[in-house]
């Protein structure tokens, strides 16, 4: 797997995500990508109370532990990298979790507007 050159969506280099719990297509802590990444985990986000409701409802439970693979889910305030079409599939249900636009992969884009990823956008002045 050869992976995406590491850039954020402002074409800088990509800052870390999350190292706890680890994150990323790679879990190497940043959003980076591939052309094997089929889910564009790409975007990293501030995890929500209403994303992991969404999230759990739509057959992805993030919040629960899976000792096995060394997770000790997620909580509101934790980073993640998330699919792109996951994030946008939120927005429309009105859990969308923030962004952070410096640690988010430049793929993203390909899915998900800038001016929406702004939005939601926490760390712009």
Not at 60 to 83: A, H, I, M, Q, T
Request: glycine fraction near 8%; proline fraction near 5%.
């Amino acid at each position: 797997m050869e992976m995406e050159e590491s850039l954020n969506v402002f074409g800088e280099k990509l800052g870390l995500c999350g190292e706890d719990p680890v994150t990323g297509f790679f879990r190497d802590g940043r959003c980076n990508t591939c052309r094997d990444d089929l889910g564009s985990h790409t975007v990293c986000i501030e995890v929500s109370k209403e994303f992991l409701a969404f999230s759990k409802s739509r057959g992805n439970d993030l919040s629960s532990p899976v000792p096995e693979y060394d997770f000790k889910g997620l909580r509101p305030g934790d980073s993640w990298c998330l699919c792109a079409a996951r994030w946008l599939e939120a927005l429309e249900c009105d859990s969308a979790p923030r962004v952070h636009l410096q640690k988010t992969h430049i793929k993203a884009l390909h899915l998900a507007p800038m001016a929406l990823l702004k939005k939601y956008a926490v760390d712009l002045n």
